[in-house]
Structures are given as C-alpha cells and as structure tokens.
C-alpha cells in the first residue's frame, strides 16, 4: 500500500474542516493525504488547503470520460461525494473503476433516496415512520409542506396553510406533501457502513440551527430511538460508506419520523467527528483493506458551532 493517498472530493468545494480531519487522520497513520477537489471555478474555500480541478457539469455527456482522466492523470486513490447530484455520479464510477476506492452505496439505493417519491415508497414497504403525507387530488389538513421530488438543499420547499395559497401551487411542480409539524426538533443522524454491510458507527445529533439547508449548529444526542430506527434502515438497503439520516420528531405527540437518507457525508459531521466517530479513519482504514470494529465510544453532548472564515484570491494569482 502506498504512503502517498489521492482523494478527490467530488462537489467538496466548502469541506475544508473534513479535508483537515482526512490529512490528520493519514498523518496519525504513517499516510501522506493530498486533496483533490472537482469544481466548476478555482475560486472556491477548498483551493485552500487542496488541489482544484476544472470539472464538467454532472449532466454533461462527457462528465465520465473526462472524471476518468482526472482520476487517472491524478493517481487517485478515493473518491468521496459531497452533493447530491455527484453520489450517483460516485455510484457509476464505483462499477466502472473498481480499483478505486469508493465508499458509497449501491446506484439503486442513491437513485432511490434522491426521488422523494420513491424513498416514500421505500419507506413505507420497510415500515420505516415517516410523516401524514398527501396525493394533490386529497382533501388536506393544513399547514402542510410541499417539496419538489428531485430538490436537495431545502430549495422549493414551501410551507402551505390555506386552501387558496393551495390551488395556487398545487399544479406547477412535481411535489411530495406531508403534513407540517410546527412544534418540532430536527435531528441528523451521522453514520458509517463498511463495503460488507457491518455498521460501524451510528451518532445522532439535533440541528439547534440551519441556514439554507446547511446546520450551523449541532449537539450530539445518544437517543436509543434514533439509534434503533437507524440501524433499522441500514439494515434495510445496500447501504455503504458514509450515510446521513435527517429525522423530525413532533414535540407534541413525540412522534419520530424520517424525513431523508443521504448516502453521503454531511456538512455537520464534523460534530459526530469531534465526538469520536473518526469517519475519515474509517475511510482510510478501509481503503487500506484494513479491519474495523463498530465504535459506541463518542462523546455526548458534543457542541459544534460554526462561523465564518474567509479565503482570499488575488487577481494576480496563478
């Protein structure tokens, strides 16, 4: 095995915190990291402590051929996907180049997870809760909420709580709806699963505050409710690698419904990271084809609390 590993972030352009815990981790390891990322722009906070890549859109029909040159022009040992769009780009290229380590689930299951149609159905044949939802033809209660059924990041999602506001809407775009919960806790749930299906770690951790679909603020919970349902679902799917399960729990009735599956690393794992659950130790102890054992041992109540930090480009650059 080489000292020397290539990992390329694909879409990583904010994870700089995760790159820094990957670098330290190979250094605990007798490994040299070198980062890689795949942007559209060199101008992103990545550029910072890796190298930049000038990529193609994940939708344009060149993408594999020229991420197949990048991989090998760069001697690229991992790759890690950190959008939506680019884990079943990960999911392909992990069938077509399997002597690069890809820790991600199967294409089927990411296909499945990011049409919220289908991971609805999903849910409910694994009897997995999820909350009251709705046909458009239904009589509604309201508030609900509506969410496109290809949309991530919080985009088009919309709270509804007339009939007028309804009928306004209702038509225009392809929506799965649910019932809204107004008194609520939001909850994330940072997982690992080995390429052989044993889980290695399960953190839960409630978002105390969000910004655009991002966490700004997260403290880690050991909530046996969460933990059962999310070994429950690993169970369940051709889960691998690094999984992020986001639930709702309704403080009036303390009901707990999964909201989405992320088969991808989380912008806030770092809290479960800083908690004990070493995922980029992980990643790399498997890519070396290396053991590893199930850890419970993190750390409670860990506190991760972000803030700005700038990355500066000057015109003379290069």
């Given amino acids: 095995m080489n000292r020397e590993i290539n990992i390329l972030f694909l879409g990583g352009a904010k994870r700089v915190s995760l ?6 981790a190979g250094e605990k390891m007798g490994c040299d990291v070198h980062i890689f990322s795949y942007e559209l722009q060199n101008a992103v906070p990545i550029a910072s402590i890796g190298t930049v890549i000038i ?49 991600c689930s199967t294409l089927d299951i990411c296909q499945t997870m990011f049409d919220k149609h289908r991971s ?8 997995i809760p999820i909350p009251p939802s709705y046909t458009p033809e239904d009589k509604v209660t309201f508030p609900i909420i509506i969410k496109p059924a290809t949309g991530s990041a919080s985009k088009g999602i919309e709270i509804i709580t007339d009939q007028a506001q309804w009928d306004e809407v209702k038509n225009k775009q392809d929506y799965v709806i649910q019932k ?19 889980i290695i770690s399960i953190v839960p951790r409630i978002r105390l505050e969000v910004s655009g679909g991002e966490v700004l603020n997260s403290m880690t919970k050991r909530d046996k409710e969460l933990i059962s349902l999310s070994t429950k679902i690993l169970q369940s799917g051709s889960f691998s690698g690094p999984i992020t399960i986001q639930y709702i729990r309704d ?35 498997e ?32």
């Fill in 120 to 127: 609805e159905r999903w849910f409910k044949q694994h009897q």
């Fill in 180 to 198: 809204y919960l107004p008194n609520k806790e939001e909850y994330t749930v940072d997982c690992y699963v080995t390429g052989n299906g044993e």
């Fill in 251 to 285: 403080k009036d009735t303390d009901q707990t419904f999964v909201m989405e599956i992320n088969p991808r690393l989380g912008g806030g794992v770092i809290a479960s990271i800083e908690a004990g659950a070493n995922i980029p130790q992980y990643i790399l102890t």
């Fill in 19 to 24: 790159a820094k815990h990957l670098i330290e």
């Fill in 55 to 103: 990529g193609k859109r994940w939708t344009d029909e060149d993408l594999f051929d020229h991420l197949t040159g990048v991989i090998e022009d760069n001697h690229i040992h991992i790759i890690l996907p950190f959008i939506d769009p680019a884990v079943e780009v990960a999911s392909r290229l992990k069938d077509m180049l399997p002597a690069i380590f890809i820790p």
């Fill in 287 to 318: 890519y070396k084809g290396e053991a590893l054992n199930p850890n419970d041992d993190w750390k409670e109540d860990t506190l991760m609390t972000r803030y700005f930090k700038e990355v500066i480009f000057h015109a003379d650059n290069h």
